[in-house]
């Protein structure tokens, strides 16, 4: 992190972001301004850049010149980062925008036509509520600007003796947190790093060195609120400290919400009840409750749920909303009857932290780009995220409407139940108990005038024939599936008796995941695969030899067990004519999957694994145990070609 020591403040009074872009300049310049620094620090030659301007010159109406350099491949987005890095490319923030292309030059004047309707309103503000860019890419040029970390509030652990130093009010008011010490200095979270009255205002209670970081608006009054609710209720509990099965049912809750577990398993077994959490997908033994409290604890998560407490000889569902010190926690709970007891499952629905961006769940450059321009910018069709359950599909689904959703395009979905509440979309949670099924809810979606619909799940004929003519109404359709690949979707369709040709011209991407347990980094050591290892993946072991991937050796950070988080693994399938016409003439899975391959290049979930593995992000072990192996995978160097990654 920077320390910074005396933030300018910006023409608006106080506005973090105009204080960082500068004062204005013709928007014409900021390219000429980014290109010439880029040339500086031996990012681009000057033969590239002549080059790139001669096009620009031509395609000035529609493209700006940072978009041809990076179309040329002349400099990558890591290159513009390091250049904005340096703060010296001073022009207004919509100039900045458009230049990197996160905004078209009709929305900037839509935009400050608004501002200049609310005057008290900053662009900024403009921008993020109109839904013309996202709070995170505004928070990601403000922070290479001014060289600041922006650390993850969702799950920060925050310091009760700093949080008591200022009352809570004055966070609010200032918007600012303390987030932790770092040697002598004190790390402080502000919206407004630029805004002197703030930094001022944090100094009066923390001193006058401090780090600054940067927040989103959003991230930091959530996380405000967070730290009010945990200091409170650390202040109840020393006032009046829960006693019995209440404790404990609140205690595991707490605790599965601190190791950000997705699933808690209550077992009953001869003398006693076993707790267990599903952790980055693997179950992990947490605590043994002793037998003769076991009955006090499934009657204390019946209550919570709404369960029948006396029916001990029937399996249960319900609902909780539980109250954490981190907010509001929406709990789908299971009750099964087995000959020991009952068995309770409770599934932690929106414990996933914040919604990510597209790019921020973990595809490859090339793979992101494709499923960016291939399948969301496309006007119609109907795009498939498959996988098991628990393979992060749903994180996809949503990523990828919040990157849809915008002023001018209307959003609804059907959901079982909504696990994220996106602001500007009509979402509707199923219910069957008061007959809201998907039948009733997809009958009426489609007469709600919506751009774009989203289906939770395809589940039967039913709801995929909705899905498929939805998109033949022009319509783009977003849903789930349950399938082992991408091209198992398309057998899938086929088997549940979708005509070939509808599929063929209605589905305009499939995209098929996996979630890897991530190599924890503070215990990971080399590991060179073995001839043996390299033929289980697949390779020639002669061909393959010295390909190099990760394991760890399991430290306290992991909690021994060697990985720590998780890592997304794709395939993205998009329907060109080749694989539509195979679809259409009814081949086999194997066929369309090397129709893919060779026609529209498809790297393979397994291939995806490799190519990640072999950056260090997980490991041999991962890959074989959750990943299909039904094609023979390419040389890494080509994957790597291919995703757009370096070796």
């Known amino acids: 992190m920077s320390h910074l020591d005396t933030p300018g403040r910006g023409s608006d009074g106080g506005s973090s972001i105009a204080a960082v872009v500068g004062d204005p300049t013709p928007a014409s310049s900021v390219g000429a301004q980014v290109a010439d ?62 230049e990197l292309g996160l905004l078209v030059a009709e929305e900037l004047k839509l935009a400050l036509a608004m501002q200049r309707e609310k005057p008290s309103a900053s662009l900024e503000e403009v921008l993020i509520e109109n839904h013309f860019v996202s709070e995170y890419e505004l928070m990601d040029i403000v922070a290479s600007q001014l060289g600041l970390a922006s650390p993850p509030l969702d799950s920060a652990q925050f310091d009760p003796v700093l949080l008591k130093k200022a009352p809570f009010p004055v966070y609010k008011t200032q918007s600012f947190l303390p987030l932790r010490k770092d040697g002598a200095s004190v790390v402080v979270v502000f919206a407004e790093p630029t805004n002197v009255a703030h930094v001022e205002a944090a100094r009066k209670y923390f001193g006058r060195d401090l780090t600054v970081a940067l927040a989103t608006r959003k991230m930091l009054r959530a996380a405000i609120g967070r730290a009010e609710r945990e200091i409170a209720a650390a202040a109840a509990a020393a006032q009046n400290p829960e006693q019995g099965a209440v404790a404990l049912v609140n205690r595991i809750l707490d605790e599965a919400l601190t190791h950000r577990a997705s699933d808690i398993h209550f077992e009953p077994a001869a003398g006693k009840m076993r707790v267990r959490f599903r952790q980055d997908g693997v179950m992990v033994p947490h605590l043994d409750i002793p037998s003769e409290q076991a009955p006090n604890v499934v009657s204390r998560v019946k209550v919570m749920a709404g369960a029948d407490i006396a029916e001990r000889r029937r399996h249960q569902d319900g609902r909780i909303q539980f109250e954490s010190s981190r907010g509001t926690v929406d709990i789908r709970v299971s009750i099964y009857v087995t000959v020991n007891g009952e068995k309770i499952v409770m599934r932690l629905l929106n414990n996933r932290g914040t919604l990510l961006a597209v790019k921020e769940i973990g595809m490859a450059p090339r793979m992101l780009e494709l499923f960016q321009r291939d399948a969301l910018d496309v006007p119609s069709g109907v795009v498939m995220v498959t996988g098991p359950t628990g393979s992060g599909k749903t994180t996809t689904l949503y990523a990828a409407v919040n990157y849809l959703n915008d002023a001018k395009t209307s959003i609804i979905t059907a959901e079982d139940p909504v696990e994220y509440l996106i602001d500007g979309i009509s979402q509707c949670s199923i219910n069957a108990k008061i007959n809201l099924g998907y039948d009733e809810t997809l009958k009426h979606i489609v007469r709600q005038d919506p751009d774009v619909i989203v289906i939770g799940e395809v589940r039967d004929q039913f709801s995929a024939e909705v899905a498929i003519n939805a998109a033949l109404t022009g319509h783009k359709v977003i849903t789930t599936f349950h399938t082992e690949d991408s091209i198992g979707a398309l057998i899938r369709l086929l088997n549940m008796n979708i005509e070939a040709f509808l599929i063929s011209s209605t589905v305009a991407s499939v995209v098929a995941q996996r979630l890897l347990r991530r190599v924890c980094s503070g215990c990971a050591e080399n590991h060179e695969l073995t001839p043996h290892e390299l033929a289980r993946l697949g390779y020639a072991p002669v061909a393959a030899k010295g390909l190099m991937f990760k394991r760890g050796r399991g430290c306290a950070s992991c909690r021994h067990v060697g990985y720590k988080g998780r890592v997304a693994v794709f395939e993205i399938l998009v ?65 790597c070609r291919l995703l757009g990654v370096t070796e």
């Open 37 to 98: 620094l880029l040339v500086q620090a031996g990012h681009l030659a000057e033969d590239q850049l002549k080059i790139a301007k001669r096009i620009h010159a031509k395609v000035k109406a529609t493209r700006t010149l940072t978009s041809v350099l990076l179309e040329k491949k002349s400099i990558t987005q890591q290159h513009l980062r390091d250049v904005l890095r340096t703060g010296k490319v001073r022009a207004p923030l919509g100039d900045v925008l458009v």
């Open 575 to 639: 329907l060109n004519e080749l694989v539509r016409e195979a679809v259409l003439s009814r081949k086999t899975a194997h066929e369309i999957r090397r129709v893919c391959i060779e026609g529209s290049g498809l790297v393979t979930l397994l291939e995806d694994g490799i190519a990640k593995a072999a950056a260090g992000l997980t490991s041999f072990e991962e890959i074989l145990r959750q990943l299909p192996r039904l094609s023979k995978p390419r040389p890494v160097a080509e994957l």
